[in-house]
């Protein structure tokens, strides 16, 4: 088995990703394998969370792992936004300062990272789960924007 350095092996995971429709861990560890690379299954956890891999819901109905398209200092343009919010975006509500977006599930971090990277007036963060993302808002006033720009762009 060859030895390789992390930057070598995050780009191998990163190739595996984009190339294969890979919805588990252990099939990653087996693909390294096959390309001569040994590691564990908590050594490609951590890589996968280092090169921001998530899950989302692949055309066949399955969840599979992504890398995302916007590095994460990048920031989002709102045609992104858009687009990912009218196709992942389900249902919007509210409540004090307070915004809860609902997905299908295995798709929240996806519009979660894109929300993050938006720069909207008046979020301070989001917190994502499987099909549920809640935004914090500075203030009630703020939420009332928010969710009327959100709704906007996800075209509810």
Known sequence: MKSTKKPQRQHLL??????????????????????????????????????GAIKVRGQNGINVYTVDELP???????QHLKRVLGEWTIEVKYSANLVVLRTPPGSAHVVASALDRSGIQGVLGTVAGDDTILIVTENNLKRVSVVKYLKELAGL
């Open 14 to 51: 990163k190739r595996l990703i984009e190339t294969n429709s890979i919805s588990a861990q252990t099939q990653l560890v087996e693909a390294m394998a096959s390309k001569g690379i040994q590691v564990t299954q908590a050594t490609v956890a951590r890589d996968l969370a280092e090169i």
């Open 72 to 78: 994460q200092k990048q920031t989002t343009t709102v």
